[in-house]
């Protein structure tokens, strides 16, 4: 590998990692925020939703900028705007203006990912290609997955949520210097122009989908499902869509070059692959719950957690490198399955198996292998193997598809420990009637607190003066705790399972496709 090759791959790591971290790192400063702003939880909450939608907004339209104007170029932009937003962010006076400092920040950040996956599919080596994008899709992981640890420890340090954003500066700046000096790439620009109509249509479409997706609820999801404010913007964002696709046949007829090229979406296996870059985010969502697990279940506390929350980072860099090696040795789909199989015995090892937290660190090794493979490289290759000169629009595509199965699915696993909570008070009554101790309604209401969370519901039995009912009902909620994640595990290994699924159905697409395509070079007459 050339030394300028390696410089730049260091240099966009180091910048994926970067606007990575920053979703992750602020979830450690919630509680902080709603305070220094004086807003609700809810309103607290929009600091990730915000960002989460510049994201989508942004992820599709950069890949076609870089296609068009060039990466190095929006790669300095994003970093840019990344640098320029967080320092915004870190000095906002009030909540309104941090949301929309937020926003500024996603719109840098959004597209680092794309372009840093682009520009190693448009100069390195095929043989190296897979190598180069595990690299990637592992400070992505990584990043991803330490978040809110390293969030928290800098609030530690520093006794301010300000850091969080600060930090991101001279990080910037370095990125900008070093990108300007060392980046180089000849890179054949798209000469046609600009599709600003599909760029709008898209961007409202994302918007609304993405808006609407946060508005699903945990507990009562099929409820939610059909609520009309769901209903009513995810339905206008696929609307959106649907016309969005009729406005670019129309554009493919002109010189003006398509946002979104028609022709990806008429080849079966990009639209299997999209599926499931669409499950592989279901499965990055998955790992967010972990640490929760460790604390609530295992018992760790939270200055501890984060140290056993590590083995799962690193096992997740790890298996980004070994992915990427297996892409180049063995190919995507092979890289896939491999994956999806090592995932699944992760997860499925924590309900049946892990009580301790060695056991934990064990399944959490299974689980980084196997949700790190699929990072980077596998998704990427598979999604931009007939994009031609569209690669970055290929890229985009799939981080976007990836981005809508991390925002789906955290709220349906959240429900279900959020419904088993709700039953704490029917477990709390079998148990006291198993050990043989009267209990009416109201007595056991006493020691109920009213907020049904981990914390409260272990503060409140803390309280309670008699030993025997105390343990009963710290017992009843380790059980209740264990019920609730004992099915988003089994959810998270059903969902890994279905991964298998998909990429047994992409290699046979592929299979067929190449079976067709060999067919048509072969003369008539032989």
């Known amino acids: 590998m ?3 090759l390696k410089a730049s791959l260091i240099i966009f790591a180091i910048g994926v990692f970067m606007a990575a971290l920053d979703n992750g790192i602020i979830t450690a400063a919630l509680t902080t925020l709603t305070k220094a ?22 992820v599709p339209i950069i890949g076609k900028l870089s296609d068009r104007y060039g990466r190095k170029k929006l790669f300095i932009l994003e ?22 400092s937020r926003f500024f920040q996603s719109m840098g950040g959004g597209g680092i990912f794309i372009i840093a996956s682009s520009f190693v599919l448009n100069t390195f080596p ?13 400070m992505n992981g990584i990043a991803a997955i330490l978040g809110p640890n390293i969030g928290a420890f800098i609030i530690d340090m520093t006794g301010s949520w300000h850091w969080l954003f600060l930090i991101n500066v001279p990080v910037a700046i370095l990125l900008l210097l070093f990108g300007v000096k ?25 918007l609304s989908m993405m808006y609407g997706l946060t508005m699903l609820d945990g507990v009562n999801f099929v409820d939610s499902l059909t609520s009309p404010a769901f209903l009513g913007f995810f339905g206008a964002g696929v609307v959106l869509l649907i016309i969005l696709y009729f406005v670019e046949k129309r554009v493919e007829k002109t010189s003006i070059d398509p946002i979104l090229p028609t022709f990806l979406f008429k080849d079966n296996s990009f639209r299997w692959t999209l599926v ?17 697990f460790v604390e609530q279940y295992l018992g760790v506390s939270t200055a501890e957690s984060g140290y056993w929350f590590t083995p799962l980072a690193l096992a997740s860099g790890l298996g980004a490198a070994f992915g990427g090696r297996l892409v180049d040795k063995k190919g995507a789909v092979f890289t896939l399955l491999a994956a999806s199989a090592i995932a699944t015995i992760g997860f499925l090892l924590f309900p049946l198996w892990v009580t301790t937290k060695w056991e934990m660190v064990i399944a959490s090794l299974f689980v980084g292998v196997g949700f790190g493979s699929m990072m980077g490289a596998p998704v990427n290759v598979l999604a931009t193997e007939k994009a031609g000169e569209n690669k970055g629009v290929a890229l985009s595509t799939a981080s976007l598809a990836r981005q809508i199965g991390m925002t789906l699915v955290p709220t349906l ?4 420990i959020a419904r088993a909570f709700m039953n704490m008070g029917n477990v709390i009554q079998s148990n006291l009637k198993e050990a043989n101790i009267p209990s009416t309604g109201s007595d056991m209401m006493m020691h109920m607190p009213a907020q049904m969370d981990y914390n409260s519901l272990q503060a409140g039995f803390d309280q309670i003066p008699d030993p025997t009912i105390k343990q009963i009902m710290l017992d009843s909620l380790h059980q209740v705790v264990g019920n609730g994640y004992s099915g988003l595990f089994m959810t998270s290994a059903m969902i890994c399972a279905l991964c298998i699924v998909l990429a047994a159905i992409i290699g046979l697409v592929r299979k067929k496709e190449k079976k067709v395509g060999l067919k048509a070079e072969i003369p008539a007459n032989q």
Do not use: C, H
């Open 2 to 4: 050339k030394r300028e």
């Open 37 to 58: 702003f004086n807003v609700s939880p809810t309103w607290g909450a929009w600091s990730i939703t915000v960002y989460t939608l510049g994201l989508a907004i942004s």
């Open 79 to 100: 970093v840019i705007l990344f640098g320029l937003g967080s320092l915004l962010v870190a000095l906002s006076p009030t909540f309104t203006w941090f949301l929309v």
């Open 126 to 138: 095929k043989e190296k290609q897979g190598q180069a994008l595990g690299m990637l899709g592992g």
């Open 182 to 206: 060392y980046i180089q790439e000849v890179q054949t620009l798209t000469k046609s122009r600009m599709d600003w109509v599909g760029v709008s249509v898209l961007s409202l479409a994302m």
């Open 276 to 292: 499931f870059a669409m499950f592989s985010g279901a499965i990055i969502a998955s790992i967010i719950f972990v640490p929760g």
């Open 413 to 416: 696993l959240a429900g279900f």
